[in-house]
């Protein structure tokens, strides 16, 4: 909460920090608030995470290859899927849309960064802060190992001496504030910073559904902070939360941890639908089919959302009229869904089509989260959930959405976007080769799961016996995994070549229909030189084909230098790395008792925070149009 | 807001830069959306102390230690506080700067005395036998009204920083700038009003 | 390009149709293999909505084919830009009806399962009722009307209905066997029922289907459905049980006196095994009426000599993770006799019940 306010950012008080501003080196990216440069962070880190579970997920798939293997401990199993989970969920998928919303929400609307771009930072620090703290459990005696939703009572101390769930509760406690922030971050930028003539309807789809992610985020999370909490004081202070002699009860986790949990998967979803809703429309030459629809059908489906969790309880015996309830509520949120498969084929229906890689993931993204959906809709049904809940149907179900959904669509946004990121062209040969190997892999992978799963095998067991016909489908699953890995290594082997030597890219290589192609690739620091107005939906189309759309001319901005004075960029600044880092240590603090160090690092939060707000807002201008001007000084 | 066009010379307000496609500033919507988070924190919190309610397998129980008289005198502190947050900021809309800096003082006085008051209670529950560990009671109870106190001492904290800033930075401290005391008033007002949805759930209802 | 990526699809969904067609999808755990009526019920409706979503998916790819074929670019005008239409309202309408048809379609005969398969139910006569309790990482089965107490081998009548009342003295544990019925979790402080059937005897597969880490992947069980002569057989074989060791045999008798010496009574309780006064606690398997059960160590391996034996020798090995420890040091001499006393002791627990095992222990022995 700033206490300070603008002022230079050049005279800081005796003894506080500097405000840097380099822009290379280690230094300028600990220090970076800028939207651009911490998408990207956010984006690499996420898919170093994502290739940490891959690696998780590879070990498991090798161990459950043939019955009554021994490749790995029980115990270290059920870290290995634990954490496979963990990452997936919190450090993969769900920040890689954090990043491509960091980078493009701001180009998109016309906007030159965040709200808050401090705050940005400090979001980025504290989530990749809080994924390594994860991480360190592996060397500092074990991994969490209860699941990615670490039931009770199995998180009790006395169920879990040792320190593996205490890096889950404490990890994904620090993690969870950055995702709040840059929830609030993005809320106000999306509502505050708009360009003119952007009203809330001529905002791209991409910014709808990031917006009602946030609002998402901000009523989920808390219950999630709140069960993360009192597991750590039942573990610290020996509070009786989830302590079933004491009368607690352990359902009560299961609750709040899916009033939270389910709101999660359209947190990861609602914005890879809107990387949909752009790259369809781009590669298809027409507007998106039923926007209006589109934006009403997210907006239902983040409010339903909020209203299904117990759909991941059918089996724990809430009887029959509250699973009726959260049945009909499931059932109902497929429908939205649906008609959003339905606006994207119409989007596509009379166009012409460009079978670019964007588009094919897409296209692949299309056809498996159909069939994730379809699934969804069976597990819905109570009754056939009794036999398909905590087997590998759910596991296969899960994957067709989260990765044949989810990750496909990000894939598809990080072809459509990387041009504009690094300013730099991809070989389209290479990256539909990959992709044949990714989604060939991938449909391996967990197609034969949806019949291990109705063979009978439960989930999160490190081995099955032979005899009760899970063979094949596991054998099948793993031979998968070699399929996919190829895929994997030959998309990044790509990207890396065509970062260092891809031909360069143009400002708008896909004729594209918003207002991030309308600036060079990559952007400038400033993003826009001036100050683009929108005139319709799909505002750079209209700028760019003014006949074919609806526009109006803009007259009602003419004349308004809206960059008198220069355009004012945020500052760099320390405190937010700062920041996070105290926290990261303090959790260590608190996870040892060692309460000296926690006290101290939130002396160090303290200070940080003062320091931060007596910094003040800071910047400087910038002016892109007079003779070479760029650079500090106001 | 929605789907209206934004104003041409929607006048910026003052702490931000550039053009907003809302006269709402942003720090004060920040604040809504923070407490928009922080109701599902204590809605969550309070849920957790209603679902344990009468579940504790060992006393003290709730008839056993709380002393309404003393709690109602505290939230009377409390919401008094929440009162001279109101005069502060008119204060400071006015012009009025030793006014500002005198009401805004007595909010973070006052949030010190509930706080003080906290401590008491919390201090002679454990001495007739009620800890974090002891019961459901003890641990819902300590956690919920324990999470709220340090939302208020923060707010003291805050307040207080107000004031100082106030004297080592003046110029920052103008009528101009009363929408950074606003977002400290929401702040503060929210945390009252969880305060009488608690005293309320915890302490009444078990007496009414 | 797009033509062949059209085929390779196409392709995909038809191989995955006639792989489903060809495959045998019985099995000891299958859910696709019903054989109680709640199963049945459960696996009916997943072919109602499996037909309905093959609807469902014809439609969609089906659209999403012919869309990619028609309206790719065309190489000879690649810059054309299309007719930008927008929307169509009728459409929306039209096409939101088709998926609210489909899921009135499901709900109604979900909802109808819901309250036919999952309500409470008040025990009737001949309904069998047991008190289900898991442990980590074995089941203890309870007929409180029968005075039996057994554990992870649930014999039950055939056609006849069993009401399980489940509770956990630990973690989170899930009552699954597959072919009679969806699961059921048991969670401590909470008593959830679950009911069953089997009309037809046999022997049903079960495991625990919910995260209860060590050796979750071993706590199995079985359901033996068996007529009602067998049944009561086996139940009253729990009630005139003398397992003090048949006289004449010195491997059993030796058995009998080691399962003391070397501790196993601390833990484990088998009924008759002292006059008067029992052994072992109620939370370690029962292991009155050993020598009847088919498997051990929770239904993962066969009951006989040979795993009884490997089980005894080294736990850890058969079921990594569990309680049981390891009673003989590698080196020890004696091992291989008392595992092989212990063993025999054991498997003959069971064997000596009923009236004819009365008469063999002189009467005076009997034990109740």
């Not at chain 1, 609030?184 to 917006?211: E, K």
């Not at chain 1, 964007?358 to 109570?382: D, N, Q, R």
């Not at chain 3, 009574?265 to 009924?271: E, I, R, S, Y």
Request: charged share 10%; glycine share 10%.
């Amino acid at each position: 909460m700033a206490i300070g306010r603008q002022g230079t950012g050049s005279s800081p008080a005796a003894g506080l920090l500097q405000r840097p501003q380099g822009t290379s080196g280690i230094a300028s990216w600990l220090t970076t608030v800028d939207h651009k440069r911490l998408g990207i962070l956010y984006i690499l880190t996420s898919m170093t995470f994502l290739g940490l579970a891959s690696v998780e997920a590879f070990i498991i798939r090798l161990q459950l290859a043939a019955p009554n293997q021994q490749l790995v401990s029980p115990d270290v199993y059920n870290q290995l899927f634990t954490m496979h989970g963990l990452t997936m969920v919190f450090l993969a998928i769900m920040p890689l849309g954090t990043g491509f919303a960091n980078y493009f929400v701001p180009l998109m609307i016309g906007a030159r960064d965040l709200a808050f771009p401090r705050l940005n930072a400090f979001g980025y620090w504290i989530y990749a802060l809080g994924g390594l703290f994860v991480y360190t459990s592996f060397f500092l005696g074990g991994a969490p190992d209860a699941g990615w939703f670490a039931y009770a009572p199995l998180t009790s101390l006395s169920n879990n001496p040792g320190n593996g769930i205490d890096f889950y509760m404490i990890g994904l406690f620090i993690g969870g504030i950055g995702t709040l922030v840059t929830a609030m971050n993005l809320i106000v930028t999306i509502f505050s910073m708009r360009a003119p003539g952007m009203t809330m309807m001529r905002m791209p789809v991409f910014v709808w559904m990031i917006l009602v992610t946030a609002f998402l985020i901000i009523f989920a999370f808390p219950p999630l902070t709140v069960a993360l909490f009192q597991v750590i004081m039942d573990r610290t202070f020996g509070t009786l939360f989830y302590v079933p002699s004491a009368g607690g009860l352990p359902i009560l986790w299961q609750h709040l941890f899916w009033i939270f949990g389910h709101p999660e998967v359209y947190i990861i979803i609602l914005p890879a639908f809107g990387v949909i809703s752009e790259v369809i429309p781009t590669f298809s030459r027409k507007p998106l089919f039923g926007y209006p629809v589109m934006i009403l059908s997210g907006i239902f489906i983040g409010f339903m959302g909020f209203a299904v969790w117990s759909h991941h309880m059918f089996t724990t015996g809430l009887g029959p009229v509250a699973n009726t309830a959260f049945s009909l509520t499931s059932f109902v949120i497929g429908i939205p869904t649906g008609v959003k498969i339905f606006n994207w084929l119409g989007t596509m229906w009379g166009g012409a089509i460009r079978f670019a890689t964007p588009m094919v993931y897409a296209l692949a993204f299309l056809f498996m989260f159909v069939i994730g959906g379809i699934t969804g809709i069976m597990l819905a049904m109570p009754p056939f959930d009794a036999q398909a809940n905590s087997t590998y149907f759910v596991v296969a179900h899960f994957h067709y959405v989260m990765g044949g959904g989810a990750l496909f669509a990000f894939l598809a946004g990080l072809y459509y976007w990387f041009p504009k990121m690094t300013g730099k062209m991809f070989s389209d040969r290479w990256a539909l080769a990959s992709f044949w190997f990714f989604f060939i892999g991938f449909n391996m992978i967990f197609m034969p799961q949806h019949f291990a799963g109705l063979m009978g095998m439960p989930r999160r067991i490190q081995t099955y016996d032979a005899g009760l016909g899970l063979e094949i489908w596991n054998l099948v699953s793993t031979a998968g995994t070699f399929v996919m890995g190829v895929g994997m290594i030959m998309i990044v082997l790509g990207f890396v070549h065509a970062f260092r030597s891809g031909e360069p890219a143009e400002d708008d290589p896909w004729d594209a229909r918003t207002l991030e192609w309308s600036t060079s690739s990559p952007p400038p620091h400033h993003n826009f030189d001036e100050q683009p107005i929108a005139t319709d939906r799909d505002a750079w189309w209209a700028k760019k084909y003014p006949d074919l759309a609806h526009a109006d001319d803009g007259s009602a901005y003419e004349g308004i230098d809206f960059d008198a004075g220069g355009i004012h960029m945020p500052g760099q600044s320390w405190y937010p790395f700062l920041l996070s880092f105290a926290v990261f240590i303090g959790g260590y603090g608190v996870m040892y008792d060692n309460w000296p160090l926690a006290i101290l690092m939130g002396l160090v939060v303290v200070a940080s925070t003062y320091g931060w707000a007596f910094e003040g807002v800071g910047g400087h201008h910038v002016h892109p149009r007079s003779s070479a001007q760029e650079g500090a000084g106001d | 807001m929605a789907g209206q066009a934004p104003s041409v010379g929607a006048p910026a307000p003052a702490q931000s830069h550039g053009w907003r496609s809302s006269t709402l500033p942003d720090t004060k919507l920040l604040m809504w959306i923070f407490l928009a988070s922080d109701v599902m924190f204590f809605g969550t919190l309070i849920g957790t102390y209603l679902i344990y309610k009468g579940r504790s397998i060992v006393g003290p129980y709730p008839l056993d230690v709380l002393d309404i008289p003393l709690t109602t005198v505290s939230t009377f502190v409390l919401l008094m506080s929440s009162f001279l947050m109101v005069i502060a900021l008119h204060a400071l809309r006015q012009g009025n700067i030793p006014g500002f800096r005198l009401w805004t003082f007595g909010v973070a006085f006052f949030g010190a005395i509930f706080l003080g008051f906290q401590v008491y209670e919390f201090r002679h529950f454990v001495e007739l036998g009620l800890t974090l560990d002891r019961n459901l009671f003890g641990t819902t109870f300590f956690v919920l009204t324990g999470t709220h106190g340090v939302h208020v001492a923060i707010g003291v904290l805050w307040l207080l920083s107000i004031v100082v800033a106030s004297y080592v930075r003046p110029q920052h401290w103008q009528a101009k700038d009363a929408t950074y005391l606003e977002v400290a008033g929401l702040y503060w007002h929210f945390v009252d009003i969880v305060w009488i949805v608690i005293f309320t759930l915890v302490y009444l209802v078990d007496f009414i | 390009m797009p033509m062949t990526q059209w085929l390779r699809r196409a392709a995909f969904l038809v191989g995955g149709m006639l792989l489903l067609g060809g495959c045998e999808f019985t099995g000891l755990q299958s859910t696709l293999d019903p054989a109680g009526p709640i199963a049945q019920a459960q696996h009916d409706l997943l072919i109602w909505s499996y037909q309905l979503s093959w609807i469902v998916m014809i439609a969609t790819f089906g659209v999403m084919a012919y869309v990619l074929i028609r309206f790719r670019r065309r190489r000879d005008d690649p810059d054309r830009i299309p007719a930008q239409f927008h929307g169509s309202a009728p459409l929306e309408i039209g096409l939101t009806i088709v998926p609210v048809l489909i899921v009135i379609a499901v709900a109604v005969p979900t909802v109808r399962t819901i309250f036919a398969t999952e309500t409470r139910v008040t025990p009737e006569a001949g309904d069998v009722i047991v008190n289900v309790t898991g442990y980590q990482w074995w089941w203890r089965f309870e007929y409180p009307e029968l005075g039996v107490v057994t554990a992870n081998e649930l014999h039950i009548p055939a056609g006849r209905r069993v009401i399980l009342n489940l509770d956990s003295a630990d973690v989170l544990h899930s009552f699954w066997v597959p072919r009679l019925a969806g699961k059921r979790d048991l969670i401590p402080n909470q008593n959830n029922q679950l009911w069953i059937e089997a009309p037809d005897p046999g022997t049903y597969y079960g495991q625990c289907a919910e995260l209860c880490l060590g050796a979750h992947a071993y706590m199995k069980f079985r359901v033996i459905a068996e007529s009602d002569a067998e049944f009561e057989a086996w139940a009253d074989s729990f009630q005139t049980v003398d397992s003090r060791a048949v006289q004449g045999d010195p491997d059993v008798q030796q058995g009998y006196q080691l399962f003391a010496t070397k501790g196993c009574t601390n833990c484990h309780t088998v009924q008759g095994y002292r006059d008067g006064s029992s052994v072992g606690t109620p939370d370690f398997p029962n292991l009155t009426n050993f020598g009847l059960r088919t498997t051990l160590a929770a239904g993962i391996v066969p009951n006989d000599r040979e795993n009884l034996e490997a089980w005894l020798r080294d736990p850890q090995a058969v079921k990594p993770g569990n309680y049981m420890p390891a009673l003989w040091q590698e080196d020890d001499p004696n091992a291989d006799e008392e595992i092989a006393a212990i063993a025999s002791y054991l498997l003959s627990l069971g064997a000596q019940s009923g009236p004819e095992a009365q008469a063999s222990l002189g009467g005076s022995h009997g034990d109740r």
